[in-house]
């Protein structure tokens, strides 16, 4: 996983969530401008995945399918990509124990739908090894009398 678009989701999703806020704590102003900047640029191309990061406190985040997303918006999108690394410098700039810990439940969560993934494929190529009888019969006739 990219770490940007790791930071950059954990990031959205501090400020999206308002997480700090509602705990008192501070982090930088740098922080939550950017942070916001960054969201209502990709509300502009991905209002999904914005309301989705919003309502993370209440409604689990499905974050690969929001690193996903954000990737793939990221690299058709040149000033969604820009947001997304001004964002992470201000979070780096401004560390706080919360963004390692949303990180750390993005890769937990990626990890986990890889591990599915890989047991998928392998399910997929192991059906894969089992030959198929394949039988022929020849053209039949019936004939039905009443």
Known sequence: MDPLIAATVALGTVVGTKVLEKTGEKVGDAVWDKGAQFLDSLKLVSPDTVRAIEQAPEQPLNYGKAVLEIESVAKANSEIARRMEELAAAGKANHHPKFDEV???IE????SQRSQVETFTNIIKDSEKIPIQQTMSGNQT???TF
Do not use: F, S, V
Request: aromatic share 0%; net charge negative.
């Open 103 to 105: 990180i750390e439940e």
């Open 108 to 111: 937990a969560a990626l990890n």
């Open 142 to 144: 019936q004939h039905n």
